[in-house]
């Protein structure tokens, strides 16, 4: 009997859908390690969210997730397992450690790397990830991050208030008492964003092409 065209397995065994499951898996395993990553943090209350609410529940949200796809895999015809490359973990992998490193002051052995806030972890992290693909542009990665760490600074510092390092260490000191935080955060965040819509523009502005006379064209040819 032929395979299926669009690819699925038509298995009669217990496992009909092996992708499915496998993906399943994985989020359940990244859901539970969330939540016991996030279990020494503050989950406060909806009146006064902590640190760890938002992650907890993101996780617990994960982890279901992948308990409907692992069903999935078991009810549901679907691909089987393909080969993969090893870019992409390694990557994702490079960029939670960038973040990691960069947001806060990481202290290994004797060296201590100065913490330099989500606003330049934040699109850090988003540039090195978006190269776990194949056909990353660094114009489109900049944009797109320099757009989601302004909302993210708005959303958790500005919006939920959220204890996050937003800014480097030494731009905090230099602006205690020169203008209120919220303040600083809101124009350093519309800063932000201005630059993304700019680099918007300049990339539209490249990517048109100039039209082409076809009927001159013809004539030549």
Request: aromatic share 6%; proline share 6%.
């Amino acid at each position: 009997m032929d395979a299926p065209l669009d690819g699925t397995s038509s298995r009669r065994g217990a496992v009909r859908a092996p992708q499915s499951l496998v993906a399943g898996l994985g989020l359940i395993g990244l859901g539970v390690f969330g939540v016991w990553a996030s279990s020494d943090l503050d989950y406060g209350s909806l009146r006064a969210i902590g640190p760890g609410l938002m992650p907890f529940w993101l996780s617990i949200g994960v982890g279901i997730c992948g308990l409907a796809l692992a069903i999935a895999g078991f009810t549901h015809d679907g691909a089987p397992l393909q080969s993969f490359s090893v870019r992409g973990p390694v990557v994702i992998t490079l960029a939670v450690l960038a973040f990691a490193i960069t947001i806060r002051p990481f202290v290994l052995g004797g060296i201590t790397t100065p913490g330099l806030g989500l606003i330049v972890a934040g699109p850090l992290a988003i540039v090195i990830a978006g190269y776990a693909g194949t056909e990353a542009r660094f114009l489109e990665l900049l944009t797109l991050a320099l757009f989601l760490t302004a909302g993210c600074m708005l959303l958790f510092g500005d919006l939920l208030n959220l204890p996050i390092p937003i800014f480097p260490t030494a731009v905090v000191q230099a602006m205690t008492g020169v203008l209120p935080a919220r303040t600083l955060l809101r124009i350093a965040a519309g800063v932000m964003a201005l630059a993304g819509l700019g680099l918007l523009l300049v990339q539209r502005r490249s990517g048109r092409r100039e039209p082409v006379d076809v009927a001159r064209h013809s004539l030549t040819t």
